[in-house]
């Protein structure tokens, strides 16, 4: 079985760029900063590994849309091995994974220029809103309830 999940940061905003023909299809590339674990015998401060991604169609919409340097992503997809000969002549070996479900792992109050919270696959819905269209009392999904209120929760 050929699956991989990943947890990582961009490390620059996403490279999208469009299909030709009848119906152009977006194709983003991006590469995400994935920590390692460390070992107890690790002398390693800080080490991660730079993984390519690339994400078609609706995803690589929504990556272009809403995905920005920095911020804290959870990948899904597979692994894919490919090759080709270089100006120079000599063959080089490229290793991606191919998204198939992309989500936000932390909060905006985590990275406060965050889009929003949320996930977006091949089948995914788009948002309907973004933050900025969104009331205030909505934009961590709690309600805000004022100070002083001795009342017990309306709910039972």
Known sequence: MNSVVLMGRLTRDPEVRYSQGEQPMAI???TLAVDRRRSRNSNDENSADFISC???GRAGEFAEKYFHKGIKICVSGR???GSYTNKDGQKVYTTEVVVENQEFAES???DSSASFSGS???GAEAPA???AERPAAAM???MNIPEGIDEELPFT
Do not use: E, L
């Open 129 to 131: 809103a973004r933050p």
């Open 28 to 30: 983003a590339r991006y």
């Open 79 to 81: 692994i894919q091995t």
């Open 108 to 110: 905006r109050n985590a």
């Open 120 to 122: 977006f696959g091949q």
């Open 140 to 142: 961590d999904g709690f």
């Open 54 to 56: 690339v994400a078609f």
